[in-house]
């Protein structure tokens, strides 16, 4: 991995980071915003690998951990395993099945759902999985996929100019 | 020519190398907040100002388009509100004139100020906690602004939380209704004491949860219930919201139900700081 990947990836997260939390929750408190940081993850991941995934999901959950996290370091470790879990499945599963990117996202989503509420809620005794499943996690999941559909391509297509603009400028310094 | 620097790593390697950070992450940063506190200055001064200015597109954006659907009711409501504000002037004048009157009682009776105007401070809140299990948010400013952990928040004239951590430049407010929260309560009349707590899933409805209340005390649905003397958090007699639905529990000792916040959380955009912090009688 060179300095302009991983500079490349600090600008997506930091302006992904701000798109989700300034932009989309700007208005309204209370309102689901569906999870940008975890598609940037689970995509990179899937695309480019364990490394990168990891990676990309260790820097995501590290900003939103110094943002607003109560102990830094929960965030990291959650999104740096669905990073790496996503590169995993990327080395089964083919890039250019249909599908594959909301199957990727529900999958990630909930996973990262489901060990917040393990780890806080079920933890403070709030027992009730199924009330939190659909007031809460079915939401963010359905905006997440939505949003997928969208953004997925537009990042495909970011990672490929980047992989041509390194190969261009590597072949100039040798 | 140039020495190459591409080496490899097994990524297994270097996930369990970033498990280890993590996890010793977890561990310093609640053991002590030093850590955590030079990390989180260093990044939210990096980001600050950006995320002001997108903060005002989004609202912006969001907020025009809320703006022309809100224009029609806001005229009627207007005119409606012209009306009152004749009438509550008129009641203004006559409960200064009481409170003079009680001003002077006061005196005689040599009784402390028991709530006293507080000092605040205005602040824009920059970034909302986008994780949707939580509800705290993010304000421009910071210790250098004079704000301190565990100063109160409002706004509307309501209680909206209570800040948490504290950056240069910016701080962070837990609001009342992020789940877990617990608010020390009276009822405003009675001075009756109750508790005040916020829950993810019963926000959804728009309420929070009231508990702890004894079964004869004076405290009906539709009571004002306002910050309590005896919280060590708050501020005393800092309106939170109005009860509702309250019945006897199955303990027959205790009645609990609802609270509605005169906060509109959802279109939530400045706040005010009071930067007179609850005396506890420790010195700080």
């Given amino acids: ?174 | 020519m140039k020495k190459k620097s591409h080496f490899h790593i097994e990524p297994k390697h270097i996930f369990f190398f970033l498990t280890a950070v993590c996890l010793i992450l977890i561990i310093v940063s609640s053991v002590s907040n030093s850590v955590n506190n030079a990390l989180r200055n260093g990044i939210n001064t990096v980001l600050m100002p950006m995320q002001r200015g997108l903060n005002q597109v989004g609202s912006f954006v969001f907020g025009e388009a809320e703006n022309l659907a809100e224009l029609k009711r806001v005229q009627d409501e207007n005119a409606q509100l012209s009306e009152e504000v004749a009438q509550l002037r008129e009641d203004n004048t006559r409960y200064q004139l009481q409170l003079a009157e009680l001003d002077k009682y006061k005196e005689l009776l040599d009784m402390k100020e028991q709530y006293p105007d507080f000092e605040t401070t205005g602040a824009h809140i920059i970034s909302k906690n986008s994780g949707n299990w939580y509800r705290t948010v993010k304000i421009d400013k910071g210790s250098a602004d004079g704000i301190q952990v565990s100063m109160n928040v409002i706004a509307d004239g309501g209680l909206v939380g209570i800040v948490t951590s504290v950056e240069t430049h910016t701080a962070t407010i837990s609001t009342i209704i992020d789940d877990g929260r617990s608010v020390g309560a009276m009822a405003q009349l009675s001075q009756d004491p109750c508790i005040v707590t916020g829950d993810l899933l019963l926000y959804d409805e728009g309420r929070l949860l009231l508990q702890h209340i004894n079964k004869d005390d004076d405290v009906e649905n539709g009571y004002k219930i306002v910050t309590s003397n005896t919280s060590s958090e708050y501020l005393p007699g800092i309106l939170i919201g109005y009860a509702e639905g309250l019945e006897i529990e199955s303990n027959n000792l205790t009645k609990s139900g609802y609270l509605i916040p005169v906060v509109d959380f959802a279109h939530l955009d400045s706040v005010l700081v009071i930067t007179t912090l609850k005396e506890t009688g420790a010195a700080n």
């Avoid at chain 1, 607003?68 to 250019?96: R, S």
């Fill in chain 1, 1 to 174: 991995m060179t300095w302009k990947r991983i500079l490349f990836y600090v600008v997506t997260i930091v302006a992904s980071f701000m798109v989700q939390n300034n932009l989309f929750a700007a208005s309204n408190l209370i309102d689901t915003v569906p999870n940008l940081l975890l598609i940037v993850t689970f995509t990179f991941g899937f695309l480019r690998g364990k490394t990168d995934g990891m990676l990309i999901g260790f820097l995501s959950g590290l900003l939103l951990d110094s943002f607003f996290g109560e102990t830094l370091g929960f965030y990291a470790l959650v999104y740096m395993v669905i990073g790496y879990g996503n590169g995993l499945l990327g080395q089964v599963f083919y890039t250019e099945f249909i599908n594959m990117p909301v199957v990727l996202c529900i999958l990630s989503d909930f996973l990262f759902n489901l060990i917040i509420y393990f780890f806080d809620f079920l933890m403070r005794g709030k027992l009730d999985i199924l009330s939190y499943m659909r007031q809460v996690v079915l939401p963010e999941i359905v905006y997440t996929v939505l949003l997928t559909l969208v953004l997925y391509k537009f990042l495909r297509f970011l990672n490929t100019k980047f992989a041509q603009f390194e190969k261009r400028s590597a072949k100039k310094f040798v």
